[in-house]
């Protein structure tokens, strides 16, 4: 008999003769990848999430040699398919591309998801930023964020805000600015982000924190006002705008993340290889430039850093939630 069958069949009897146990064991020693790894996408097609992935799945195939599939699971806020990954194996052939609406606020929003994502997943690197917007109506008549803080102080209750969903970044970026800025503005959620801007074009709403590459050719266009970007810095694709905090709301910071990650018990190996390979994915001079006309900001990070930035996420996000009394109804 084989020297290594001989040793196969003795750690399955150290297994206490599992033939599942010896096929784990054999895969977790396999190298990776040795077939297709699916890309989940919580979301229709043609998002930021879908957009940045099909990016990056013909740049990883030819660095790994394997097929690398996008797929959609739209659904309950990103629930449906972020839960499918959770289920998945640790195997790290299924891959969650996942953003900070369905990562962190939807599961703070509806709690019930049966599992926690803190511990369902582990990072495998920060992808990209999108950078959130101010955005104001004409009508407001304002060019700056000083100016919008008096009229809505003026006006207590009689200017609104518009996001593209419940719970997602839009709207809580929303609140967030009404808790920081100690104003009174409605929520009015719509089903997107076009149609929302569409409504601040026309005036029906006030003002609202949307993708700058969405709301960027209406202003470009004099039909919309942007009068900063949400994050802790400067976006540079407009580097003129100042950060909302910059302009006069101390403590006011969002970001509108996408991220890759990866069904908890992954080995470290794999996660290890995912990141270096997407780091030189990203490094592509083509994929650089189309992200740029995007307006979307690569942003990579270690697999322990992006664990922490979830959990940093969760309590910021997790207070404003409850102060603001955001549900799902």
């Not at 511990?119 to 930023?129: I, P």
């Not at 100690?182 to 149609?195: E, F, K, N, Q, S």
């Not at 690569?298 to 102060?323: C, H, M, N, T």
């Amino acid at each position: 008999m084989p020297e290594v069958t001989r040793r196969s069949m003795l750690a399955a009897a150290a297994l206490g003769g599992s033939a599942s146990g010896l096929a784990w064991t054999a895969r977790a020693q396999a190298p990776w990848p040795e077939r297709t790894v699916v890309l989940i996408v919580p979301y229709a097609p043609g998002g930021s999430n879908d957009v940045v992935a099909r990016l990056l799945a013909p740049k990883l195939q030819a660095l790994l040699g394997r097929s690398i599939v996008v797929e959609n699971r739209a659904g309950a806020g990103g629930a449906i398919g972020t839960a499918q990954v959770a289920r998945s194996a640790p195997d790290g052939y299924t891959l969650l591309v996942s953003s900070a609406s369905n990562h962190v606020m939807n599961p703070l929003v509806v709690p019930d998801q049966g599992y926690d994502v803190r511990q369902a997943f582990d990072g495998v690197t920060m992808l990209v930023d999108v950078p959130l917007a101010l955005t104001v109506a004409n009508k407001l008549g304002v060019h700056d964020v000083p100016a919008l803080l008096a009229l809505l102080k003026r006006e207590p209750g009689k200017h609104s805000f518009a996001s593209s969903g419940v719970g997602g970044s839009q709207h809580l970026a929303g609140e967030l600015f009404r808790l920081r800025a100690d104003v009174d503005i409605v929520h009015v959620p719509y089903r997107g982000g076009g149609p929302a801007l569409n409504d601040l074009v026309a005036g029906q709403v006030s003002m609202g924190f949307l993708n700058l590459p969405t709301a960027l050719p209406q202003a470009e266009a004099g039909k919309v006002t942007i009068l900063a970007v949400a994050g802790e810095k400067r976006s540079a694709l407009k580097p003129d705008l100042p950060t909302v905090a910059e302009a006069g709301v101390p403590g006011f910071a969002v970001r509108s993340w996408t991220a890759l990650f990866a069904p908890h018990g992954v080995p470290p190996a794999v996660i290890q290889r995912l990141n270096a390979a997407i780091r030189e994915a990203m490094a592509d001079p083509a994929l650089q430039a189309r992200l740029q006309e995007l307006g979307v900001e690569p942003d990579l990070s270690e697999p322990q850093a992006l664990d922490a930035f979830v959990r940093e996420e969760f309590a910021l996000w997790g207070p404003v939630i409850k102060a603001a009394h955001v549900t799902a109804q």
